[in-house]
């Protein structure tokens, strides 16, 4: 009895995925994945999507259901070349957490895990490859950046060539 029931959480839980995969709305979605491997039936609801509109700031992600729990963002970003979003570590868009300018390089959707893995503080080019358009990126980098995604800003924020 306790392993049909567990099978048909896992039923119900994939098919809801999927659903909600089909309702994506923005260009920007952040994934917010488990910092662990599932090993109990409590971390498998810390996970979900999140979705940007382009053009459309959020200074607070408060309202994601799942923004409280303990995992790590990653993200698709989709749009023509020059789209620029910037994701903060603070709300408001405070920079003291850090931050990750992304600007996109050609028209495919662009795919990116690891974000605490990127060049700290210079401007890095991705070129395409067969999984994911090409992008420009610049990280000011923050501890644990990449499980305190905060805010979100499109275009151009700050003067000069490089943010600060």
Not at 2 to 31: D, M, R
Not at 135 to 161: C, L, M, R, T
Request: hydrophobic share 35%.
């Amino acid at each position: 009895m306790k392993t049909k029931c567990i099978f048909l959480i896992l039923v119900l839980w994939v098919f809801s995925a999927s659903a909600s995969a089909h309702e994506q709305l923005g260009e920007l979605v952040l994934y917010k994945e488990p910092l662990f491997e599932i090993e109990d039936a409590r971390k498998i609801d810390c996970q979900g999507l999140y979705d940007v509109e382009s053009g459309n700031d959020v200074s607070s992600m408060r309202g994601f259901r799942d923004y409280w729990c303990q995992g790590r963002y990653t993200l698709t970003l989709q749009g023509e070349s020059g789209k620029t979003v910037t994701l903060f570590g603070l709300f408001e868009y405070r920079k003291d957490r850090g931050f990750l300018v992304i600007r996109k390089t050609d028209n495919r959707k662009v795919w990116l895990i690891n974000l605490d893995l990127l060049p700290e503080n210079k401007w890095v080019t991705r070129p395409a490859d067969d999984k994911s358009g090409g992008v420009e990126i610049y990280f000011h980098a923050a501890p644990q950046f990449s499980q305190n995604i905060s805010s979100v800003k499109w275009g151009k924020w700050w003067e000069g060539d490089k943010p600060n």
